[in-house]
Every structure is written in C-alpha cells, then in structure tokens.
C-alpha cells in the first residue's frame, strides 16, 4: 500500500479527512481519538499494519503490512444512528458494515460472499472479513460510532494457526486473492466498501436494508449450531431461519418453536447434525 493513499483513489467520496499509517497500534483507537480532537463527520483512518487490531468478543485481528486492508470510519450521529442506539439497537450497525463489504465484493470481483451473522463476512464457508462498530458518548450524549473495519486481501494476512490461542475464532481464514486468484486492487475496494456503507447509512431503519441483509445471510434455513455468549462447552441445535426487525438472529429449535437471538456464536453444522430433524419450515416464517 503506498503511503500516504493518493486521494484520488478515492475521489468521489464526501470523506471528512483521510489519515493514513503505515503502521499503528488500532485504526479505531486513532479514530476515537481524533473523534475527541472534534473530527467531522466520515472521517476515515486507514493503516498498512496494525499491532493491536482487534474484532468481536474480545478477539484479535491479524494485520500484517501491505497484505490487508483496515480502516475505521467515523459515523457522527445522524437520524438513523440516533434512532438505532436510542433503541439499544448496535446489531443494524454491524449489519452495515458487512452488508457494504458483501457487496462490494460482489460487485467487484463476482464473489458469493456472505454475512455471517453479525459481523463477519465469509466467501465458501471460510471468514474473509470482520467489522466492529463501537459506540462513543460524550456524557450522556451519543457523539458518533466507529465502524472499524478489517479485510484480508492477500495470502499473509491470513493469521497463522497460532495467532490468537486464548479465543481462536471457529471459521478457517481466506483471503480475497485466494478466492479469486488474482492481484486485488485495495484502494477500488476500498472506494467500493465505503460508496456502500455512504449508500445505506441513512437507510439502517428501513426495511430495504433488513430485506437486502437478510438475502446475503449466510446459513440461511440451515441446521447450525449456536453458542450463547461466552460459552464454547453449551452449543444449541438450530435451524437459521433470518432476521429480527432489530437486526437479531430468527432460529427455530428443536421442539419447532422460534427463539430470537440477540447474541451468539454460529458455527456450520458440517457434517450435519446427526439424528437432529427440524419441522418444515413455512414460507411464511422464512
């Protein structure tokens, strides 16, 4: 990645300001510490390599130099925004950073990515990508939300097995130059990504942007198994059925009932579960 990115790469764009690393401890630590220097709104942090990236529940993420691509964006608290944390609403925030990534890797380079619910990004049942969004306050005024996000682009940005031992992350890693098999251009993607977050941040209360979600689900109406928060030892059996209006996770149980789930780790039934049969589930329901 060249340094500092030529800002015609993202031309286009109403960004509020670029600050570009080549190497840094967290893009969304240096954001949140620009947000409280009084950055403008979408102002974005881009680094080459980070030290101290991390993702959800606690994990680490792995950002070697010139291999990846890890950014945070500054969301200043509009309509939309006020409306979701006002709610206790951060799922529909995850769900648009990784609805952005998703298409912009269907749109420029034809991948069958999916969203892993929440915030992960898969492409042929391996993690491409994860998004964090975290909310920042100033007293009890909601000032804006960080959407970091971290992408793999080419082979070494794939964590070694070893990587993060105390909470490895149930997916296999890939990376987008092993899916397509070519070199990948990070600053059109990056263009991409953001072009799509900026297209539906407006949009995270209507229903276009659940219904546009829920099609890139991934596992949907599949047998999975999931684990309540902090759990590794108590998987339930589960068949995927879509999404809450809030952005939560619809699966049937066992006994044919439907649960909501506000939070959770899904690992892939594969092979499928053994003497596990679900109901038929209505079009309705789905």
């Not at 990645?1 to 764009?13: D, K």
């Not at 209507?206 to 999975?224: H, I, K, S, Y």
């Not at 198994?225 to 590794?232: D, I, K, N, Q, R």
């Not at 939070?263 to 092979?271: K, T």
Request: proline share 9%; hydrophobic share 40%.
């Amino acid at each position: 990645m060249p340094s500092p990115p030529p800002e015609t790469r993202l031309a286009g764009l109403p960004l509020g300001g670029i600050r570009y690393f080549e190497r840094i401890g967290s893009t969304s630590d240096e954001a949140a510490a620009w947000l409280k220097q009084g950055c403008p709104d979408l102002a974005l942090v881009i680094a080459d390599a980070q030290t101290a990236g991390r993702g959800r529940a606690g994990r680490k993420w792995f950002t070697p130099p010139g291999a990846g691509l890890a950014f945070s964006l500054v969301l200043r608290a509009g309509d939309a925004i006020r409306q979701l944390l006002a709610q206790g609403n951060t799922a529909r925030l995850n769900g648009l950073g990784a609805l952005a990534v998703c298409q912009a890797l269907q749109e420029q380079h034809s991948l069958p990515a999916q969203i892993k619910w929440p915030n992960d990004v898969i492409v042929n049942g391996r993690k491409l990508a994860g998004v964090l969004a975290e909310a920042h306050w100033l007293g009890s005024e909601l000032s804006a939300v960080v959407l970091g996000i971290g992408i793999n682009l080419a082979p070494p940005s794939v964590p070694p097995p070893d990587w993060d031992t105390l909470n490895p992350h149930p997916f296999p890693a890939t990376c987008v130059e092993a899916e397509t098999g070519t070199p990948i251009d990070r600053w059109a993607l990056l263009h991409a990504v953001l072009r799509n977050v900026l297209a539906w941040r407006e949009r995270m209360m209507d229903d276009d942007f659940l219904r546009a979600w829920e099609a890139n689900l991934a596992f949907r109406d599949q047998q999975v198994w999931v684990y309540p928060p902090g759990s590794v030892t108590r998987p339930k059996a589960v068949r995927l059925l879509g999404l809450g209006a809030d952005g939560s996770l619809r699966v049937q149980d066992e006994s044919g009932g439907q649960v909501t789930l506000q939070a959770g780790e899904i690992h892939q039934a594969n092979p499928p579960l053994g003497g596990f049969r679900l109901r038929p589930v209505d079009s309705a329901e789905k």
